[in-house]
């Protein structure tokens, strides 16, 4: 007779992200993972916090034997605008809870509802992974994530694209841009001042430039910012990181002179020939909001979207935090956003942004 195998114990605790060793245990459970991303990574959880002044943890369940049996990144939220929450993994699109086995996921997620209580963090939010047992509320509905993969040979990878998309890469590459990638003083700056002016002018508040300085430091080789040039002047950037065969151009825009210059689609392309370089054989297009603009863009490249599952849990007697843009009671703070000299939305931005996790 077979009998049912049993779960097996493990025991939650916050990992010490000070020890190296403990960031190198986590780090290597989380690129052995097949579900495993970037967010997941103590490097991310370190430079939001660093980059943001916000405080990050992460949970570990550890079996009998001291083996990781799965980890929860988490980053406490702070905002006089937007309250407290706990979430997995701040101010990225994915995290959520990666385990080994299932005995793993409620363990997990019951030492995040714990922490949130004591933090005093109403709402916990889970982007990605299991969904744990329990009350929470799910959202499949509001985003789509956009992966697949990605061609070395530019011919090729040109063909793939479908023809209206095509053509306008075409027309790209016929104009007069340049094209760099680095991590520099240059290239950060250049970066922040096109992606800066691409965010207000989509009413959005841009993030402080030491979250990206930190992100480029704790990711090291595995992050980089690839910008075009018109003349000399920057007009289209994005910071990309690299994970597992993975290329994620995770923050990028374009000046208001990149649309007739075409210089987005010069930028996408551009980085896919970088990636596949460095033997990236995916491409991660991030996350969109159904029905929008960004999720057509990014459905004219090839990529078909696919919904992404978050969970949400509210202490009792709470409301769960909404920030979604989207919501018609942002309507008119977006408008008015959009309309700001770019030196008050770059000054008054960032500590608006690091609040929104």
């Known amino acids: 007779m077979t009998l049912p195998l049993l779960a097996v114990p493990v025991a939650v605790r916050?990992?010490?992200?000070?020890?190296?060793?403990?960031?190198v245990r986590i780090t290597d459970f989380v690129r052995a993972h097949p579900d495993g991303t970037p967010f997941h990574l103590p490097a991310w959880s370190l430079a939001v916090a660093e980059g943001c002044a916000q405080t990050s943890y992460v949970l570990i369940a550890e079996r009998a034997d001291g083996?990781?049996?799965?980890?929860?990144?988490?980053?406490?939220?702070?905002?006089?605008?937007?309250?407290?929450?706990?979430?997995?993994?701040?101010?990225?699109?994915?995290g959520g809870i990666l385990a080994g086995d299932d005995a793993a996921v409620g363990p997990l997620a019951d030492a995040a509802i714990g922490l949130a209580a004591r933090l005093e963090c109403p709402t916990l939010e889970l982007r990605g992974?299991?969904?744990?047992?329990?009350?929470?509320?799910?959202d499949d509905a509001t985003y789509l994530g956009?992966?697949?993969?990605?061609?070395?040979?530019?011919?090729?990878?040109?063909?793939?694209?479908?023809?209206?998309?095509?053509?306008?890469?075409?027309?790209?590459?016929?104009?007069?841009?340049?094209v760099t990638t680095g991590t520099g003083g240059d290239d950060r700056r250049a970066h922040y001042a096109v992606y800066s002016e691409s965010v207000r002018n989509l009413g959005t508040p841009v993030f402080p430039a030491r979250l990206f300085r930190s992100v480029l430091q704790h990711f090291g080789g595995d992050?980089?910012?690839?910008?075009?040039?018109?003349?000399?002047?920057?007009?289209?950037?994005?910071?990309?990181?690299y994970f597992n065969g993975t290329v994620y151009p995770y923050w990028g825009g374009g000046t208001q002179a990149a649309r007739a210059l075409r210089a987005n689609d010069r930028m996408y392309f551009a980085l896919m020939a970088h990636a596949g370089a460095r033997g990236c054989t995916r491409f991660d297009f991030g996350r969109s909001k159904a029905g929008t603009g960004p999720a057509?863009?990014?459905?004219?490249?090839?990529?078909?979207?696919?919904?992404?599952?978050?969970?949400?849990?509210?202490?009792?007697?709470a409301t769960v935090r909404e920030i979604n843009p989207l919501d018609p009671r942002f309507a008119r703070k977006v408008a008015?956003?959009?309309?700001?000299?770019?030196?008050v939305a770059n000054t008054v931005g960032p500590h608006v942004a690091r609040g929104l996790g």
Do not use: C, M
Request: aromatic share 8%; proline share 9%; glycine share 10%.
């Open 67 to 94: 083996s990781l049996a799965g980890i929860l990144p988490l980053t406490e939220i702070r905002s006089p605008l937007f309250g407290k929450a706990l979430v997995s993994s701040g101010f990225a699109v994915g």
């Open 223 to 241: 992050a980089d910012i690839l910008t075009v040039r018109a003349a000399g002047k920057p007009v289209a950037s994005v910071l990309s990181l």
């Open 296 to 317: 057509a863009f990014k459905k004219n490249w090839g990529f078909e979207g696919t919904p992404l599952v978050y969970a949400r849990h509210a202490a009792p007697g």
């Open 146 to 178: 956009f992966t697949g993969p990605l061609l070395r040979d530019e011919t090729a990878r040109l063909v793939g694209i479908p023809r209206k998309q095509r053509a306008e890469v075409r027309k790209a590459l016929d104009r007069d841009l340049t």
């Open 129 to 138: 992974g299991p969904i744990p047992p329990g009350d929470w509320q799910i």
């Open 14 to 23: 916050i990992a010490d992200l000070r020890d190296p060793l403990e960031r």
């Open 336 to 343: 008015l956003w959009k309309k700001l000299p770019l030196w």
